[in-house]
């Protein structure tokens, strides 16, 4: 039976795979598709045989898009703001499957642009689900947040699709805020008879070779180590829910495929985290990177000031409704997926072409 049809069964493990079968020639639409995630999952979704188009902006450099030539795919820049610029692509794209994922996505850059922050991660949510609503073969819309949406408590056990939504940082808030705009939209206008369905799905930090966004652990080491200097680490205790960022991209996948062709209703949201104990202080983060690396390689810690205290020092996610009703779990556990992204740093630096290290890993994680 075609994993695309499993949505009514239960999983005591994830033990599932991404059904591939069902996305040969599938017609999909990533927004943000020049991102760190988007590029990843345009290349995962065209290596599974899907037919791709993008939508966005990013004027970022480097930017790992750039170097990337992705087949069945259409490039179509554009702002997730302009309403009638995204109805037209989503449209003219004949998708079947959206994934939003365009987003300002720094917490220490939404303190420097808290409105462009809102208005991108908030009114841009809600432009790209009015779009949808006039695509006639759309059937799943997975819109992607944030962990940080909830309320933060500091807890040390991960918090569940149904805690408190919360944000003390305009970037939080933002997000926590586009999940509250999509339950909004579901009520009022997705939930009746040909509409598709929409989620929303929360992450926590991943990680990848490709990703030179500033204010994040393993880009900055790859910079510092890429040329022979030290890492600096801000905040060298705090906890994160490390993960590679092809485990939660597979549990989107696989719940676009549930989306299209569930015959009862679904959860709303959904979390893909890593487990628990591969939640590690940046430290210890820090030593696999460095010690994958090599050649000499290593860190210290600065006082990160300000900075560093703006950042949540406690942050994970539970993820037992994804293994329960999915038959997702992570793939590779933390040593390993540092160990990859750390590989795949180092080889870049070494002059290897970054495609064939992004698709190294696509097809590692792919025959799992």
Same mark, same amino acid.
């Given at each position: 039976?075609?994993?695309?049809?499993?949505?009514?069964?239960?999983?005591?493990?994830?033990?599932?795979?991404?059904?591939?079968?069902?996305?040969?020639?599938?017609?999909?639409?990533?927004?943000?598709?020049?991102?760190?995630?988007?590029?990843?999952?345009?290349?995962?979704?065209?290596?599974?045989?899907?037919?791709?188009?993008?939508?966005?902006?990013?004027?970022?450099?480097?930017?790992?898009?750039?170097?990337?030539?992705?087949?069945?795919?259409?490039?179509?820049?554009?702002? #997730?703001?302009?309403? %009638?610029?995204?109805?037209?692509? *989503?449209?003219?794209?004949? !998708?079947?499957? @959206?994934?939003?994922?365009? $987003?300002?996505?720094?917490?220490?850059?939404?303190?420097?642009?808290?409105?462009?922050?809102?208005?991108?991660?908030?009114?841009?949510?809600?432009?790209?689900?009015?779009?949808?609503?006039?695509?006639?073969?759309?059937?799943?819309?997975?819109?992607?947040?944030?962990?940080?949406?909830?309320?933060?408590?500091?807890?040390?056990?991960?918090?569940?699709?149904?805690?408190?939504?919360?944000?003390?940082?305009?970037?939080?808030?933002?997000?926590?805020?586009?999940?509250?705009?999509?339950?909004?939209?579901?009520?009022?206008?997705?939930?009746?008879?040909?509409?598709?369905?929409?989620?929303?799905?929360?992450?926590?930090?991943? #990680?990848?070779?490709? %990703?030179?966004?500033?204010?994040? *652990?393993?880009?900055?080491? !790859?910079?510092? @180590?890429?040329?022979?200097? $030290?890492?600096?680490?801000?905040?060298?205790?705090?906890?994160?829910?490390?993960?590679?960022?092809?485990?939660?991209?597979?549990?989107?996948?696989?719940?676009?495929?549930?989306?299209?062709?569930?015959?009862?209703?679904?959860?709303?949201?959904?979390?893909?985290?890593?487990?628990?104990?591969?939640?590690?202080?940046?430290?210890?983060?820090?030593?696999?990177?460095?010690?994958?690396?090599?050649?000499?390689?290593?860190?210290?810690?600065?006082?990160?000031?300000?900075?560093?205290?703006?950042?949540?020092?406690?942050?994970?996610?539970?993820?037992?409704?994804?293994?329960?009703?999915?038959?997702?779990?992570?793939?590779?556990?933390?040593?390993?997926?540092?160990?990859?992204?750390?590989?795949?740093?180092?080889?870049?630096?070494?002059?290897?072409?970054?495609?064939?290290?992004?698709?190294?890993?696509?097809?590692?994680?792919?025959?799992?």
């Amino acid at each position: 039976m075609s994993n695309s049809h499993r949505a009514d069964q239960h999983y005591e493990n994830g033990a599932r795979k991404i059904d591939t079968e069902f996305w040969v020639e599938r017609k999909a639409l990533v927004t943000g598709h020049m991102g760190f995630k988007g590029t990843w999952l345009t290349e995962l979704l065209s290596i599974l045989g899907a037919r791709v188009a993008g939508y966005g902006k990013d004027d970022r450099s480097p930017l790992l898009y750039n170097e990337m030539m992705i087949e069945r795919h259409a490039h179509n820049i554009g702002d #997730i703001c302009q309403t %009638d610029r995204m109805r037209q692509v *989503l449209v003219d794209s004949g !998708a079947e499957i @959206l994934f939003h994922l365009a $987003a300002q996505p720094i917490v220490l850059t939404s303190y420097e642009d808290p409105v462009g922050t809102f208005e991108d991660n908030i009114m841009g949510t809600v432009k790209v689900l009015e779009a949808a609503r006039a695509a006639p073969n759309l059937k799943a819309v997975v819109i992607v947040t944030s962990d940080k949406v909830y309320h933060n408590n500091s807890w040390i056990w991960g918090y569940r699709e149904s805690d408190t939504l919360g944000g003390s940082d305009p970037y939080s808030a933002s997000k926590a805020a586009a999940e509250i705009v999509t339950a909004s939209m579901i009520a009022s206008f997705f939930n009746k008879p040909g509409m598709p369905r929409v989620a929303t799905v929360r992450a926590g930090n991943v #990680i990848g070779g490709g %990703d030179w966004a500033p204010f994040r *652990l393993l880009p900055d080491a !790859a910079r510092a @180590l890429g040329q022979d200097r $030290a890492l600096i680490v801000r905040n060298p205790q705090s906890t994160r829910p490390w993960q590679h960022v092809l485990d939660p991209l597979g549990g989107y996948v696989m719940l676009a495929e549930d989306l299209a062709h569930a015959a009862t209703p679904m959860p709303r949201t959904w979390n893909f985290g890593p487990a628990m104990e591969d939640a590690l202080p940046v430290c210890m983060i820090a030593d696999l990177f460095v010690s994958e690396w090599g050649n000499g390689a290593s860190w210290r810690h600065e006082d990160g000031g300000a900075a560093a205290a703006k950042e949540a020092t406690l942050l994970a996610v539970d993820s037992t409704q994804a293994r329960r009703e999915l038959g997702w779990s992570p793939t590779w556990r933390v040593q390993q997926a540092v160990a990859r992204t750390s590989a795949w740093y180092r080889d870049y630096y070494a002059g290897a072409d970054p495609k064939s290290l992004v698709d190294r890993d696509i097809r590692d994680f792919l025959a799992r």
